[in-house]
């Protein structure tokens, strides 16, 4: 089976931290997509990649960055972290475009 | 403007009691349509693909339609592990990117 993992399910910081949500995934998939979910929104695409060193802005990138530095590995990076940016992160991945994607477990972020 | 809608928003239902969610579209380049089982606090998890009006696709107790405008997603005799949100998303040809529904959570009763 193919499994997206998402380094933290729970992370609570700052405002103005930095932060660092790492996404891996083991079935050798081309493209990674990082998404937030929030009530009442829906799932709003952040980044995503169809290629190692590539990203592409997605709907809502600003206030974050992506770093995707190996195939099998999708980072999102808040440089200075907001209360706005409190909210469930989704990383997911794919073998083709359009095609089905699969989700990692999720990694609630809560910044005071 | 590229848009989703699922209605209703939520949905509950007695086990056995039969019942549809709607998901309807407008986007230029449909490549696909897409629905997704969420559990709470969980990722979401595939479960169907549809490319051109007319086609359905089921499983178990879930069966998917897609017509030009809109798919429905026909739940047959629920059961209370089909308790979950269930999304839909539509995939833009011109853009490469999914627009995801807002989701309807349903709830089934013993």
């Known amino acids: 089976d193919v499994k997206v993992t998402q380094s933290s399910r729970y992370l609570v910081k700052r405002t103005g931290e930095k932060v660092f949500l790492e996404c891996v995934q083991d079935?050798?998939?081309?493209?990674m997509f990082w998404y937030r979910q929030d009530p009442g929104l829906g799932l709003r695409l952040i980044y995503f990649s169809y290629d190692v060193k590539m990203k592409e802005k997605g709907d809502i990138p600003e206030g974050y960055s992506v770093s995707r530095e190996k195939k099998e590995r999708f980072s999102l990076i808040l440089e200075s972290a907001s209360t706005n940016q409190t909210s469930m992160y989704l990383c997911a991945s794919s073998m083709q475009e359009p095609g089905e994607l699969f989700f990692g477990e999720g990694s609630r972020l809560t910044v005071l | 403007e590229d848009q989703v809608t699922q209605s209703p928003e939520a949905l509950r239902l007695q086990e056995g009691e039969s019942s549809s969610l709607n998901c309807s579209y407008t986007v230029s380049g449909l490549r696909g349509l897409f629905w997704y089982r969420q559990d709470p606090g969980k990722g979401p998890e595939f479960l169907f693909t549809?490319?051109?009006a007319g086609e359905e696709k089921e499983k178990e107790r879930l069966k998917a339609t897609l017509t030009k405008k809109e798919s429905f997603l026909h739940i047959t005799a629920p059961k209370p592990e089909d308790s979950a949100t269930y999304l839909c998303?539509?995939?833009?040809?011109?853009?490469?990117?999914?627009?995801f529904g807002q989701g309807t959570t349903l709830q089934v009763k013993p």
């Open positions: 079935m050798d998939h081309e493209n």
């Open positions: 998303a539509v995939h833009r040809g011109n853009t490469g990117k999914l627009i």
């Open positions: 549809l490319y051109s």
